[in-house]
């Protein structure tokens, strides 16, 4: 008989905002410092608020089963692996979990920054309850899986972001947890290493562990989870077949990706939230026909530009900006980026700016479509999660001339080609 892994209970949890919890020397000489710069007071008498990141969530998941998590940024995905990884705790409710877990909630979560990548290996082999024998089993597997052969006994403070993630999932996918829960950090992987995992969290599942995957790659959500479930507010609006949770999930996001981002004329996406990201955010997605006129929609193979507003707090050498097309379902069709795919290499200065990515022919079928803008560091090799995910419709059009337009129903391309008249083949001889 199947047992729930997890157990959560009317789960919630409230942050108190604008409230300082003193509870540390530090804590007190920073509380000091800001007195002495007048700022102390300024704080006292700001008042706190309470935000609920969680309220009332109750979801049991089985042994055995991989649970795909999603929802929009600010939803409370983060939160409640917070609280099943013992990271925080809940203000009301309990969550139960069942043998040994290891996450993967951000880059090189559980590895201390002085210790070697060997000795942070059998350190989180050790915090699982391992035994060193059972971690040097594994061992040549996890740094093979790792591709960090090179670096092992090099402190991991010396890692760039995407080697310490790569060592940070193969310990926590083979060190044999009982639970394994993933959040939206393998996105800083390559697509190399970002499908390799997918199929180690596939693997881990069919070997009757569980598994538990946070991320805003719909298509690898539905390829992994066997069942879904919808976040938003802090509340858990749906739960059930991952195909059905995401349509949900999508018919409900509207055209713009976070909640409370407003829309303008013109534009697909349009934002000025203060909460974006401190370095670097995306300010509007604008689409535009041939002629620089912004529009609503377009039709099939008509040219289409894809005007990009982005905003960045700081000077950066080297720069790229990231744009893909999507299915509703999150199955990739285009995926294009200023480098390294394209010649357009520059670095920015701080402040704002526009640039534009130009499609002589929209080779999209007619339906909806998901698009996605990226930022990235590629010196740092961190890219900043789409931001700007919003919906493009595309009008059907007879563009191949026999009277049934191109539609998703049928097919999602509608590329320019050409058939040659049959030709009898010769008698006796090979085609």
């Known amino acids: 008989m199947t047992r729930a892994a997890i157990k959560i209970e009317n789960l919630s949890k409230c942050y108190r905002l604008g409230e300082t919890h003193e509870q540390t020397f530090s804590d007190q000489l920073v509380?000091?410092?800001r007195s002495?710069?007048?700022?102390?007071?300024?704080?006292?008498?700001?008042?706190?608020?309470?935000?609920?990141?969680?309220?009332?969530?109750?979801?049991?998941i089985m042994e055995g089963e991989a649970v795909g998590i999603v929802g929009g940024n600010g939803a409370g995905k983060s939160t409640l692996l917070k609280i099943l990884s013992r990271i925080t705790l809940p203000t009301e409710g309990r969550a139960l979990v069942r043998g040994r877990l290891s996450s993967l909630l951000e880059v090189g979560t559980g590895f201390h920054p002085e210790l070697t990548g060997r000795e942070n290996v059998f350190l989180n082999g050790a915090i699982l309850g391992m035994r060193n024998a059972e971690v040097a089993r594994k061992f040549d597997e996890i740094v093979d899986f790792a591709g960090v052969e090179q670096f092992i006994d090099t402190p991991v403070k010396r890692y760039s972001s995407g080697m310490y993630v790569r060592l940070a999932f193969a310990v926590a996918a083979h060190l044999e947890p009982d639970v394994l829960?993933?959040?939206?950090?393998?996105?800083?992987?390559?697509?190399?290493?970002?499908?390799?995992?997918?199929?180690?969290?596939?693997?881990?599942?069919?070997?009757?562990?569980?598994?538990?995957f946070v991320s805003h790659n719909m298509a690898?959500?539905?390829?992994?989870?066997?069942?879904?479930?919808?976040?938003?507010?802090g509340q858990l609006l749906a739960e059930g077949d991952p195909a059905q949770v995401i349509r949900q999930y999508l018919d409900a996001s509207g055209t713009a990706a976070d909640e409370g981002s407003d829309t303008k004329p013109g534009f697909l996406y349009y934002s000025?939230?203060?909460?974006?990201?401190?370095?670097?955010?995306?300010?509007s997605l604008q689409l535009l026909d041939s002629r620089g006129t912004p529009v609503s929609e377009v039709a099939t193979w008509e040219p289409m530009v894809f005007r990009v507003g982005f905003e960045v707090?700081?000077?950066?050498?080297?720069?790229?900006?990231?744009?893909?097309?999507?299915?509703?379902?999150?199955?990739?069709?285009?995926?294009?980026?200023?480098?390294?795919?394209?010649?357009?290499?520059?670095?920015?200065?701080?402040?704002?700016?526009l640039i534009d990515c130009a499609f002589d022919r929209c080779l999209l079928s007619a339906g909806e479509y998901l698009i996605g803008v990226g930022l990235a560091i590629p010196s740092v090799e961190?890219?900043?999660?789409?931001?700007?995910?919003?919906?493009?419709?595309?009008?059907?059009?007879?563009?191949?001339?026999?009277?049934?337009?191109?539609t998703t129903k049928r097919y999602f391309v509608a590329s320019e080609h050409a058939w040659t008249r049959p030709d009898r083949a010769p008698e006796g001889g090979r085609t």
């Open 181 to 212: 829960i993933i959040d939206e950090v393998l996105a800083v992987g390559d697509a190399d290493f970002q499908k390799r995992c997918l199929g180690k969290m596939g693997d881990v599942a069919k070997e009757g562990r569980t598994v538990i």
């Open 313 to 353: 707090a700081e000077r950066f050498r080297s720069f790229s900006v990231v744009l893909q097309i999507a299915t509703l379902d999150g199955a990739v069709l285009i995926l294009t980026s200023t480098a390294p795919d394209n010649t357009v290499e520059f670095g920015v200065d701080s402040g704002r700016y």
């Open 382 to 406: 961190y890219v900043f999660r789409e931001d700007a995910l919003c919906r493009m419709h595309v009008l059907p059009k007879d563009v191949l001339g026999s009277g049934l337009p191109p």
């Open 31 to 33: 509380r000091i410092a």
């Open 36 to 60: 002495m710069v007048g700022r102390g007071r300024a704080n006292s008498l700001r008042q706190a608020k309470d935000f609920w990141a969680l309220r009332d969530i109750s979801l049991n």
């Open 220 to 233: 690898a959500v539905q390829k992994l989870c066997s069942r879904a479930a919808w976040l938003s507010s």
């Open 272 to 283: 000025e939230s203060a909460a974006a990201h401190a370095k670097a955010r995306v300010v």
